[in-house]
């Protein structure tokens, strides 16, 4: 079930009480634009890991069903855990869209699926394949704390996080 998308800062200009109550988050505009999809939106699915990619392919493996997958990387800048053929993976079984606290690689390929992506940057090397992470817990990125179920909101202007979803 695909969220209808919203414009964010439509959002936050009708929606101040959401906001002011903490129901409402904007992150942090840390992260760059990758993919066709520049406006996305739907239930989350978070993960935490560290340089590893396992979880993140497991994940993307199974049906989207119009969610989004929030990867806590930690921040990383010294490799992509996110590349070409997980994101095909993804658009392929209908996930909405993907947000990394970390790198991706193989940008050209990403570019090219129509699947909304964000990250913090692009990295040419791969990330360990240990398996090593946590599913379907709190994360906590781009200075605001993200909780699987939540929904995600994300267009040119920025990303959102809502405890529930936004009706228009």
Request: proline share 4%; net charge negative; glycine share 12%.
């Amino acid at each position: 079930m695909a969220a209808l998308p919203l414009a964010t800062a439509e959002v936050c200009d009708a929606n101040s009480h959401l906001i002011t109550g903490g129901e409402l988050r904007a992150l942090q505009p840390v992260f760059q634009i990758y993919g066709r999809r520049q406006v996305f939106a739907g239930p989350i699915v978070t993960l935490k890991v560290f340089e590893d990619n396992v979880l993140v392919r497991e994940f993307l493996e199974e049906k989207g069903q119009g969610r989004v997958l929030v990867v806590d990387g930690g921040g990383s800048l010294r490799c992509a855990i996110l590349g070409g053929n997980p994101v095909q993976q993804a658009q392929n079984n209908g996930w909405a869209g993907i947000v990394v606290n970390g790198c991706i690689r193989d940008v050209d390929e990403i570019n090219g699926c129509d699947i909304g992506v964000r990250a913090l940057a692009s990295h040419p090397m791969k990330a360990n394949k240990k398996g090593m992470g946590e599913k379907h817990v709190p994360v906590t990125i781009a200075g605001t704390r993200i909780c699987d179920g939540e929904w995600l909101y994300a267009d040119t202007d920025g990303i959102l996080v809502s405890r529930t979803e936004l009706i228009v």
